[in-house]
């Protein structure tokens, strides 16, 4: 396990160009944990593990822990407040095309107190959904099913996306999420990640998708942040929501009276 990323990591150490490695992984196990670690040691520049889902790790000097893809770039993009500060009762649901993507909007909804199911995330680029069928990077018609379902749960108070772009992804990925949630009352929110550079270009894709009414983020992780803060936990009936609830009503505390001597 983790033999391209070790062989990423000889190349770069022997680049003159390259100053600071910075290394991306979706949750990996325990064992190429530590020799990515004990690799990482020995470089002589400093390196940045973006290892996602793994715990607290003694490191090297020469190297620091990055939580999120955020962090590892050494940026923070403030999340976009709902307007109005208006919440939805319901779960989130992420249909993400990018496994590492969906992993980091995992780590920071639990971070903020968002409880996500184990299917309420989906990386729909997984082997379990694509044996036999593209990766929906290329053809996205499996996350358009997915979709258009998740606008029809009643439970699912915001639907959370990643839109991918670049040479070898669909001509045009966020037309297509356009299409199925124009008209819609569900929350949708969203990233590009892409630039200007890339064949659908990265402004034309913002655009397709505002147009529909999707709120669009700076980056996945602004997305999540903006989706936890859009959210509230479903409530039964004839219980007000926590936002709603009124703080109980306590006794007057009797006041004390010092005793003097007559």
Known sequence: GGLMTLAALDALEADRATKEIIVISKPPAPAVVRKIVARAGRSKKPVTLCLLGAGKMKLPPNAKLARTLEEAAGVRVAAERPARAR?????????????????????????????????????????????GRPHPMIEPALRTEALERALRDKSVAVVLLDVVIGHGAHADPAGLVAAV???????????VTGTEDDPQRYAAQVRALRSAGVRVAASNAAAARLAARAVRPPTRRGTPSPARRRPRSRPPTPRRRSARPR
């Open 87 to 131: 919440t939805r009762a319901g779960k989130v649901r992420g249909l993400y095309c990018g496994g590492t993507l969906c992993a980091e909007a995992r780590i920071v909804l639990e971070d903020m107190g968002v409880r996500v199911g184990v299917r309420d995330l989906t990386d729909l680029g997984d082997d379990a959904h694509t044996r």
């Open 181 to 191: 949630v124009r008209g819609s009352k569900k929350t949708v929110i969203a990233s």
